[in-house]
Structures are given as structure tokens and as C-alpha cells.
């Protein structure tokens, strides 16, 4: 089991920053990739963030050069989000599972653990 839980989202006006966090606990966390996804509304949920090994990260193109994921511990995951535009209003979810594939592909179905979600509002 593995539990997940956003702080930080909040309404942001265009062009302004906004820092999320999740903090990760449960059981064989080594086996999971985390990172993040959004949904935005009338929209399917998409891949935001995740990391790659060895250092790197995925981003999906709509926030590269924009957005920055990074892990201060084992146990806690943030999103720097800078330069936020109005399209990037959505419900952002921390998610955990045993494939890369869930980002790299898009799969939000497949995805094995969710947290709650945190509302991020950019106002224009």
C-alpha cells in the first residue's frame, strides 16, 4: 500500500509560481516511480512529471522549461510550477505506480495509487 498526499495548489494568477508537494508513505516505496499528473476540467487526466533514473525527468511538452520535479528525500515529491499560464488550471494528482509507461504513455487508467488531488486556478 502506498499513500499519497498533495498540499500547495491554491489560485494563481498568469504568469506567477506555485509550488505543490506530496508526501509518499507505505510500504516497498523503491518500487514505485512517482510523479504527477493533472486534469483539467471537460479534460482527460494527463502526465505532468515524473522521474527518469540516473537524474533526469519526464515532463510532458506542454510544461517543459515551465515546471520542475524534484524529491528533497525519499519520502516527499514537489512541482515547481513558474511562468503558469491559464491553460494550466486543473486538478493536480500526485501518483505512484510500478511503470514508467503511466507518464511516458499517458496511461492515467493504469495507474496503481492516487492522491487526493490539489486545485491549481490560474487566473488570466
Known amino acids: 500500500q502506498v499513500q499519497l498526499v498533495e498540499s500547495g495548489g491554491g489560485p494563481v494568477q498568469a504568469g506567477g509560481s506555485v509550488r505543490l508537494s506530496c508526501v509518499v508513505s507505505?510500504?516497498?516505496?523503491?518500487?514505485?516511480?512517482k510523479g504527477w499528473f493533472r486534469q483539467a476540467p471537460g479534460k482527460e487526466r494527463e502526465a505532468v512529471a515524473t522521474?527518469?533514473?540516473?537524474?533526469?525527468a519526464f515532463y510532458v511538452d506542454a510544461v517543459k522549461g515551465r515546471f520542475t520535479i524534484s524529491q528533497d528525500n525519499r519520502n516527499t515529491v514537489h512541482l515547481q510550477m513558474n511562468n503558469l499560464k491559464p491553460e494550466d488550471t486543473a486538478i493536480y494528482y500526485c501518483?505512484?505506480?510500478?511503470?514508467?509507461?503511466?507518464?511516458?504513455?499517458?496511461?492515467?487508467?493504469?495507474?496503481?495509487?492516487w492522491g487526493q488531488g490539489t486545485p491549481v486556478t490560474v487566473s488570466s
Open positions: 522521474f527518469y533514473t540516473g537524474g533526469s
Open positions: 501518483a505512484a505506480d510500478r511503470s514508467i509507461l503511466r507518464w511516458t504513455r499517458g496511461d492515467h487508467a493504469g495507474v496503481e495509487y
Open positions: 507505505g510500504s516497498n516505496l523503491n518500487e514505485y516511480w
